[in-house]
């Protein structure tokens, strides 16, 4: 009962977080960067919070579009292409991307089909743990998972990882390792292979740098304080800090 009211409070506050923009009409377009933000399934009004603090002041026209169709990823991806083509992001100069787990499946079928010649990066919030949890959700309710998000949680659990070509892009990633409280619930139904199940190899991402921060997905859109430099760091130079963690802590990511 604590999972389905759970994940019932997360499909609800996910709906109420609108599109977010942030930009200078006084530059013009071909002059500066866009950061665009593809949040997921997971996203809340709390993390919508934190990114609005956040993401502007760092020099970047911001977007955040609500995108995640009920229609599932192609849904998804259509309104993705909406949103592009409507704020005219390849107009800019650059633009970076930083997309939460279903933000990349997104962005990555889009790019897939679309010309994106002006995106200069890209940056994966990937976790092992909180990629299965499409598959555990439906395993244990799936009446209530259709109800509240449609074909979405279908498809992020029947599309394998649809894996960007680097060219180039500078690629990262940003990997939790923590499981969210619903998931440790469900630690039986969690392929878990431990130390391999950070390698990067088994991300399926050809990526140019990695870190590793000790949160999980409910966490990872409002404590960026946590990694939010890192981040900014791998926009401007194409890599993470040398003090960036490039291994995942010790400990057990289920506690």
């Known amino acids: 009962m604590r999972g389905m009211l759970g994940l019932l409070v997360a499909g609800l506050l996910a709906g109420c977080a609108p599109t977010f923009v942030s930009t200078d009409p006084a530059v013009p377009r071909s002059e500066k960067e866009a950061l665009l933000v593809l949040p997921g399934l997971r996203n809340s009004l709390r993390g919508h919070r934190a990114a609005k603090r956040f993401y502007p002041g760092h020099g970047y026209d911001v977007f955040i579009p609500d995108y995640v169709s009920r229609d599932g990823l192609d849904g998804s991806v259509a309104n993705l292409e909406a949103f592009i083509s409507e704020h005219r992001l390849k107009e800019y100069r650059k633009v970076h991307a930083f997309v939460h787990v279903m933000g990349g499946w997104s962005l990555n079928k889009y790019l897939g089909d679309q010309p994106f010649p002006n995106l200069e990066t890209v940056v994966y919030n990937r976790s092992p743990l909180q990629e299965q949890a499409p598959r555990i959700y439906l395993e244990n309710m799936p009446r209530i998972v259709n109800l509240i998000f449609g074909e979405a949680v279908k498809d992020m659990r029947d599309t394998p990882y649809p894996e960007l070509a680097k060219g180039d892009r500078k690629i990262a990633m940003i990997i939790e390792t923590r499981a969210t409280p619903y998931v440790r619930r469900h630690r039986d139904q969690v392929v878990y292979d431990g130390a391999r199940s950070w390698t990067p190899e088994s991300f399926g991402q050809e990526h140019d ?47």
Do not use: N, S
């Open 209 to 255: 740098d990695r870190i590793y921060v000790f949160l999980h997905h409910d966490e990872i859109y409002y404590r960026l304080d946590e990694f939010g430099d890192e981040l900014m760091a791998f926009l401007r130079e194409g890599k993470f800090t040398d003090e960036a963690a490039r291994k995942p802590a010790e400990g057990d990511p289920f506690r």
